[in-house]
């Protein structure tokens, strides 16, 4: 059941998330994934983590793993505690500069607990849309 106009909290993600995840270049070029992604609590973090197959247009399916870590306020580093994002707890805009491309995402909460994250990335390396969606696992 859909639980819109509720802000998100750090314990709303706790758990284990099913990830499907688009990726498509401004060459035309596709890449997809599936896998798994899963929120752990440690101490006053959540570990997130994430691995599955990356399948990339012509290309054999490979093994792709990522890790980050939430802080209770939503903000989002990478695992070496760089600064990433934070996430608007009713969803929306939000942001990061990595010089010298820009990331533009968007979190969409309106279908709680199935939610997307949407990256636009634009610069001189890197040029490409990433949409990803996340659905509790069952069981």
Same mark, same amino acid.
């Given at each position: ?5 509720? $802000? ?17 270049? /401004?060459?035309?070029? =596709? ?12 101490? $006053? ?5 994430? /691995?599955? /197959?990356?399948?990339?247009?012509? $290309? ?15 903000? =989002? ?36 607990? $199935? ?22 696992? /069952?069981?």
């Amino acid at each position: 059941m859909a639980q819109t106009g509720r $802000q998100r909290r750090w314990s709303d993600f706790t758990g284990r998330w099913t990830l499907d995840r688009d990726i498509f270049h /401004s060459d035309g070029s =596709v890449a997809r994934f599936a896998g798994e992604a899963e929120w752990v609590p440690h101490g $006053q973090r959540l570990m997130y983590s994430e /691995s599955g /197959s990356l399948t990339i247009q012509g $290309q054999m399916a490979m093994v792709a793993e990522r890790r980050y870590i939430w802080l209770p306020d939503l903000t =989002v580093l990478f695992e070496d505690g760089r600064l990433f994002h934070k996430v608007p707890p009713d969803g929306g805009p939000t942001a990061h500069w990595c010089d010298p491309d820009h990331y533009d995402g968007v979190y969409n909460f309106d279908d709680w607990p $199935q939610f997307t994250v949407a990256w636009q990335v634009r610069g001189p390396r890197k040029s490409y849309t990433m949409t990803s969606l996340y659905r509790p696992c /069952s069981g």
